[in-house]
């Protein structure tokens, strides 16, 4: 038990005397002058502080064949809540405006623009070059008018489509009766870019360039005679690509 001194409440028969010493009281020490044990003044630490503290392990996700992963799966729910986009419709092109002639010299059929957007005058500038055009590639230079012009937008069909698809439609469905009732076409002048565009189905870079146009067969883009007028400079190429195209109604004749 680890008792040094033991001595007894009451005297015990028979005993030894007890030392004086051990009977003399122990000195009192004032509890500020007495010192702490370092062990005593150490923090006390507790069961639970001293065990080492047990870090969280992540959860680590292994994808199994088949299944998508866990992330793509949790943002699904987020996706399917925000509403779905509305189609974006797609705009409605405005309808082309131009008025189309078609005239026929020789063995030619011409669908010429309408700088004005009327018919043709005896004494209008671009028919005057219209003229020297016919000359300069050896057909009549009194063309004959087939019909009315063609007007586009047409206001009077009330709802029906205006759109450049129902222009080029219209235009080349135009030509090819006109083509059918006259014969003996051996090409078509397309004079101006509303001609070019929706009877050649071509644009600007095709000027002075031959097309072969389905379902209406040889044709020759030309620029608009309003354009030649404004830009004289346009002229000389033009001379030129006639010399090459002019075999199609020289040799036919």
Known sequence: MQVATWLPRVALPFAAPSRPELLAPAPQVPLEDTPVPAAETAPQTTVADARPATSVRPRIEIPRPGSAPRAAVEAEPEAAAEPEAAPAKAEALPPPRFSLQLLRAGNCLLLVELPTGEPFQSRDPAYLLLKDLLRAAGLPDSPQILGEPVRWPLLARGNMDQGPDAARDFVQGFVGVRQE??????????IGLPAVRFAGEADATAFNRELQVEGLGAAWAL?????????PERKGELWQAMRRVMRRWKTTE
């Open 223 to 231: 620029p608009g005679l309003e354009l030649l007028m404004d830009e």
């Open 181 to 190: 009732e006259q014969g003996d076409c051996a090409c078509i002048w397309l």
